[in-house]
């Protein structure tokens, strides 16, 4: 028997003319893992959110979905809230309480569970995900890896059949992600729970998936196993740049074996691919630039902290940032990277130690800033951007209280841009992640500023978005512009920074150029490095191999 069954389902929002989802069919079997995987906008939130009836947004659904033969609009209130659990891409938009065991005994008490068997139930489940150690801890004082693994508890006690999760891992540096991703492969597997997830970053679950559902404009393009999504994916290059690097590389290198799906098979194919040969050194040549650099943002001996008997975020930091450069602060979650980019940027002031932007100093209501015009940030919740009934609208009234008059031709260019002209009558708060995160990034671009501050700006975005977004910036640096990014998107940071540094005790560590600095790193690394380490420790994008390969390919055929 089927756990959860589809059939032709759809959906249209209020207002919306065309509908977001048409004719979906698909089954799942108890204890299966599907990862579903789709451009930003096609429909993936949507179609998870119509399985938890709670979160399903005013619109018109069409179809029928069953959970264990029976309709989910059937279901008891008790057990709509129990069997099919759901974790959201935000780790702080679903904790409840202030307290880590509360947070755990809150669906227990809210569906009547007695108190000895909560108690148990949660003793039990703090101990599998190794909570116990932060038990008694305020919610406020977890790091985000922790905070979604305690969202994923706070499900799985209420012991639902379905865990329905969208982009989990959006908001986690590298390693809580894959310490996330590892414990819900363990449920799947230990305890058959059933996993549906909706995810952009495929490196790690596409092994981890039986089947593969491929979301295209709403339908329901493929829905099968991994290698015939990889084979479908493969037949267009730039639908390709989604997969795992693992199988990109078992593509670009014309490999026969089994084509590998996990970081692991991906080692072993470079070791059938060259046996034994030595090293080989880096074929793809680094730019160097010898030009004088002028600083645009100093941080001079710089401590911060968020109150007076606090403990500081930042300590002593000195950090140069140059005109024309792209710089990308990376780190664990909790670390303090968002707080050095407000301190960064003027918004917040230090304790001790001067901050200056283009030579001045940042003091309290410094005139010499123009925000908006000179300096723009986009925060890690691009929501709070938005206070109008539709994208259009604030992007009107954001141009016009910054004195501009060509606004009709400003957004109309940046909707071009970024692909975003079917969003702009749509209300910020209907938006995807991915979609919310493009329209937010339009509208700080709006200004043309000479320097952007970004937190986190590819959160939610599928790959062909990021590539754009790269090109922009890579255009705006071009000009002489100023790009600092928070992200952990290591792929992201290693395709596109001039420099990249590592936010770690309070302090900004291991300052250099992407190459040296991933190639330098076991876990805060590129996928592809972790693979081709031991035969192109220089190489730490897909790019790069790709013209790796092209060389040793010539010099084979020089040596036939």
């Not at 008490?109 to 000895?116: A, H, L, M, S, T």
């Not at 508890?153 to 865990?163: K, N």
């Not at 160097?288 to 401590?303: A, E, F, M, Q, Y």
């Not at 024309?324 to 407000?342: P, Q, R, V």
Request: proline residues 4%; negative net charge; charged residues 25%.
């Amino acid at each position: 028997m089927d756990l959860l069954r589809m059939e032709n389902v759809g959906f249209k929002y209020v207002g919306c003319s065309s509908p977001v989802l048409e004719d979906i069919s698909f089954k799942v079997k108890r204890g299966d893992f599907l990862v579903v995987i789709g451009a930003s906008g096609s429909g993936k939130s949507t179609l998870l959110r119509l399985l938890k009836r709670e979160l399903v947004t005013n619109g018109e659904t069409s179809g029928k979905i069953y959970f264990e033969d029976r309709l989910i609009s059937d279901l008891s209130d008790q057990e709509a809230a129990s069997k099919i659990g759901y974790v959201m891409q935000d780790p702080e938009a679903q904790i409840v309480t202030d307290k880590v065991w509360s947070e755990l005994a809150f669906g227990l008490e809210n569906i009547g569970v007695p108190r000895d068997v909560i108690r148990s139930r949660i003793g039990e489940m703090a101990n599998y995900f190794g909570i116990h150690n932060w038990y008694q801890k305020d919610v406020a004082d977890l790091s985000g890896g922790q905070k979604q693994l305690l969202n994923l508890a706070s499900i799985l006690v209420m012991q639902p059949e379905i865990v329905v999760l969208d982009e989990p891992t959006a908001q986690l540096d590298p390693i809580a992600s894959l310490d996330f991703l590892r414990t819900l492969q363990r449920i799947n597997t230990e305890l058959n729970t059933t996993i549906i997830m909706a995810e952009h970053y495929l490196e790690e679950v596409f092994g981890m998936a039986d089947n593969i559902m491929i979301i295209n404009e709403g339908t329901t393009e493929l829905y099968s196993s991994p290698l015939e999504a990889a084979n479908l994916l493969l037949k267009d290059e730039k639908r390709a740049e989604s997969l795992p690097s693992p199988i990109r590389l078992h593509h670009l290198f014309e490999n026969k074996e089994k084509i590998p799906f996990t970081i692991s098979d991906g080692i072993q194919m470079m070791t059938s691919q060259f046996g034994q040969q030595e090293i080989m050194k880096q074929p793809v040549e680094q730019k160097s630039n010898d030009k004088p650099k002028k600083t645009i943002i100093s941080l001079k001996h710089v401590s911060f902290k968020y109150g007076r008997l606090e403990s500081d975020i930042l300590h002593d930091v000195t950090l140069d940032i140059y005109e024309g450069e792209i710089f990308s602060i990376l780190g664990g979650n909790g670390a303090g990277k968002s707080t050095l980019m407000k301190v960064m940027s003027g918004l917040a002031l230090p304790y001790q130690g001067k901050v200056t932007i283009n030579g001045k100093k940042v003091k309290p209501k410094s005139k010499h800033v123009v925000y908006g015009h000179e300096v723009v940030y986009l925060p890690q919740q691009p929501l709070s951007m938005f206070v109008k009934e539709s994208v259009k609208a604030d992007y009107e009234s954001f141009l016009k209280t910054m004195g501009y008059t060509n606004i009709e031709e400003s957004i109309n260019g940046i909707a071009d841009w970024f692909n975003i002209s079917h969003l702009l009558e749509q209300h910020p708060y209907d938006l995807s992640g991915g979609e919310l995160q493009l329209v937010a990034l339009g509208k700080i671009l709006l200004l043309d500023p000479d320097i952007i501050f970004l937190d986190e700006p590819t959160k939610g975005v599928d790959t062909q978005n990021k590539n754009k977004i790269a090109q922009l910036l890579k255009e705006f640096s071009d000009k002489g512009k100023t790009v600092i990014i928070v992200t952990h998107d290591v792929d992201f940071s290693a395709k596109l920074s001039s420099r990249c540094g590592l936010f770690f005790d309070r302090q900004m560590i291991s300052i250099s150029d992407p190459v040296t600095f991933f190639s330098n790193n076991y876990f805060y690394t590129t996928p592809v490095n972790k693979m081709v380490k031991t035969y192109l420790p220089k190489v730490v994008t897909f790019d790069q191999a790709k013209g790796s390969w092209l060389v040793i390919k010539k010099r084979e055929d020089c040596n036939e």
